[in-house]
C-alpha cells in the first residue's frame, strides 16, 4: 500500500485483501475468436476509460473524496470472462450492494440467452459459484474512505458477497426480509 505523498498524480493506490486461490481457465475450453466489432467496441471501451474523470488524488492532510456532503461510495468490478484479453471490461458502481445487483443481472442474462425459450430461469448458488469460477478474472476495487484507497478483493470474497446478499433478500417464513 502507497501512501497518498508517494502516488504519482493520476495514479490509484490498491490496498490488497488477502488473496485466495484462483481458479484457471481449462486447458481444453473453446472459446470464440473476438469479433472486429468487439475488438472496435473494446478500444472505444480503453479510450472511454482514458478520458474519464478520475477518483479526486487525495494529498497528505487532505479528506476523502465527497459527493455532496458524505464520504463517496465508489467500487469497481473488474471482469475477464475468458482467457482472451479483448474480453477483459469493468462495472462501475455506487456501492457493494448494487455491485452484488450487477453481477447478478450479467449472470441472469447470460442465463436468459443460454435459454431463450424458457419464460423463467432458475439457479441456484453453486451454478452461480461455477459462472464465477469459469473466469480468468473476478476483482473487485471498493473506495475505502479511511485509507482513501481503492481496496481489492479476490473471487473468494465476491461469492461471499453474493451469498450474504442472497441470504438477505430471501424473505423468512414471515415474510420479512433478513
Not at 493506490?13 to 472459446?31: L, Q
Not at 447478478?104 to 439457479?123: D, G, I, R
Request: proline content about 6%; hydrophobic content about 35%; charged content about 35%.
Amino acid at each position: 500500500t502507497m501512501s497518498a505523498a508517494e502516488e504519482a498524480p493520476a495514479a490509484i493506490a490498491v490496498e490488497e485483501a488477502p488473496a485466495a486461490e484462483e481458479a484457471s481457465v481449462k486447458e481444453d475450453e473453446v472459446v470464440e475468436p473476438a469479433k472486429e466489432e468487439k475488438k472496435e467496441e473494446v478500444k472505444h471501451e480503453v479510450k472511454a476509460i482514458k478520458k474519464e474523470e478520475k477518483p479526486a488524488q487525495v494529498k497528505e492532510g487532505k479528506p476523502a473524496p465527497v459527493l455532496q456532503g458524505k464520504p463517496r461510495e465508489h467500487v469497481i468490478a473488474l471482469l475477464q470472462p475468458t482467457k482472451h484479453d479483448a474480453t477483459r471490461t469493468y462495472l462501475d458502481f455506487g456501492n457493494v450492494t448494487a455491485t452484488m445487483e450487477g453481477l447478478l443481472k450479467m449472470f441472469e442474462t447470460k442465463l436468459k440467452e443460454q435459454n431463450p425459450s424458457a419464460a423463467n430461469v432458475s439457479y441456484d448458488y453453486n451454478s452461480l459459484c461455477q459462472y464465477l469460477d469459469e473466469m480468468k478474472e473476478v476483482c473487485i476495487l471498493s473506495w475505502d474512505v479511511p485509507t482513501t484507497a481503492y481496496k481489492r478483493f479476490d473471487r473468494a470474497w465476491v461469492k461471499q458477497s453474493l451469498h450474504d446478499y442472497l441470504a438477505n433478500a430471501v424473505p423468512d417464513s414471515a415474510g420479512r426480509r433478513k
